[in-house]
């Protein structure tokens, strides 16, 4: 992995993978990882072990995490630069972190620092807990960020304080991602660079329905008109959507006559030289 990225796969394979955060080690399901473990010790010793126990056929695992050692209260990595943010055990199995955006945070990075507009503004939907806010105020941008998680939206303070970014231009929006959209359209406002996450399936702040199959499209073709005329950029990822990322990039190309458009599998690759599938993105450049 990157080395300015405190964490790695040591080992996937079974339905499983086996990951490092800073030397805490932890073992969770993925249904990507559909061939065989290659490493054998390595799996007899971990710090954290989740167990799903969803019965219920939600779109989402929903869990309990054994520990073996106690994960610091206030744990965290590096992500990107000198970036921290922090990680949680999740009954949803996450850790409050994607690893594999890495590469949306370089390019986003590289577009921010390298342009001459000053200040350039960049909305996040769907932002989680901030990593992509943070990397995109660090490279000067003023950033609105946006999620239906009030506890998810006081992580991503807490990891731009952390990363030295507590009076940072961030505007934290507790707002279903839609909505927002919607209210900025009506208010004019325009920004110059945009990336999203939606999920497959979520509820907004108000309890309101998320389908991505039922509204990706209008919500996409929506969210791009909040472009400047000098926009930079414009992502929009994909984490368990069970579509291409050309079905993506085929509705990036639609929208974006000039630039240009790119697609790919996210992934990340262990200790073994396996690649974990860990998503798609599709994203455009103004040149």
Same mark, same amino acid.
């Given at each position: ?17 086996? #990951? ?27 710090? /954290?072990?989740?167990?799903? +126990? ?8 929903? $869990? ?18 000198? %970036?921290?943010?922090?990680?949680? %055990? ?8 994607? @690893? ?24 996040? %939907?769907?932002? =989680?807990? $901030?990593?992509?806010?943070?990397? !995109?105020?660090? &490279?000067? /941008?003023?950033?609105?960020?946006? +999620? ?7 992580? $991503?303070?807490?990891? &731009? ?7 940072? @231009?961030?505007?934290?929006?507790? +707002? ?15 920004? #110059? ?20 199959? #039922? ?6 073709? #929506? ?5 400047? @005329?000098? !926009? ?6 994909? =984490? ?7 079905? =993506?990039?085929?509705? %990036? ?28 993105? !599709? ?5």
């Amino acid at each position: 992995m990157h080395k300015d990225l405190e964490y790695k796969i040591i080992d996937t394979g079974d339905g499983r993978k086996l #990951e490092s955060y800073s030397g805490y080690v932890m073992n969770r399901p993925d249904p990507q990882a559909l061939w065989p473990k290659t490493l054998t010790k390595e799996w007899e010793k971990f710090d /954290a072990i989740f167990i799903d +126990d969803s019965k219920s056929g939600k779109r989402e695992e929903r $869990g309990t995490w054994k520990t073996f050692k106690t994960l610091p209260e206030d744990s965290s990595i590096n992500f990107f630069r000198d %970036l921290k943010c922090s990680i949680k %055990l999740n009954p949803f199995k996450h850790t409050g972190i994607f @690893p594999e955006q890495y590469d949306n945070w370089k390019f986003m990075d590289e577009i921010l620092t390298k342009t001459e507009k000053k200040n350039p503004k960049v909305l996040n %939907l769907f932002g =989680y807990t $901030g990593c992509a806010s943070v990397v !995109a105020a660090n &490279a000067g /941008a003023e950033v609105t960020h946006v +999620d239906a998680s009030k506890p998810s939206i006081g992580v $991503g303070m807490k990891n &731009a304080e952390m990363s030295g970014l507590k009076d940072a @231009p961030i505007r934290w929006i507790l +707002d279903d991602a839609f909505a927002f959209v919607k209210k900025e359209l009506r208010r004019g406002n325009t920004y #110059e660079g945009i990336i999203m996450d939606p999920p497959a399936f979520g509820r907004g702040s108000a309890g309101q329905v998320w389908k991505l199959e #039922e509204q990706f499209v209008d919500f996409v073709q #929506e969210t791009a008109k909040l472009l400047s @005329p000098d !926009a930079l950029f414009f992502i929009v990822n994909g =984490y368990a959507s069970g579509y291409s990322h050309v079905a =993506y990039k085929q509705n %990036l190309e639609a929208i974006f006559k000039t630039g240009k458009v790119e697609s790919k599998e996210l992934l990340i690759e262990d200790s073994t030289g396996k690649y974990l599938p860990c998503g798609i993105v !599709a994203r455009w450049k103004s040149e």
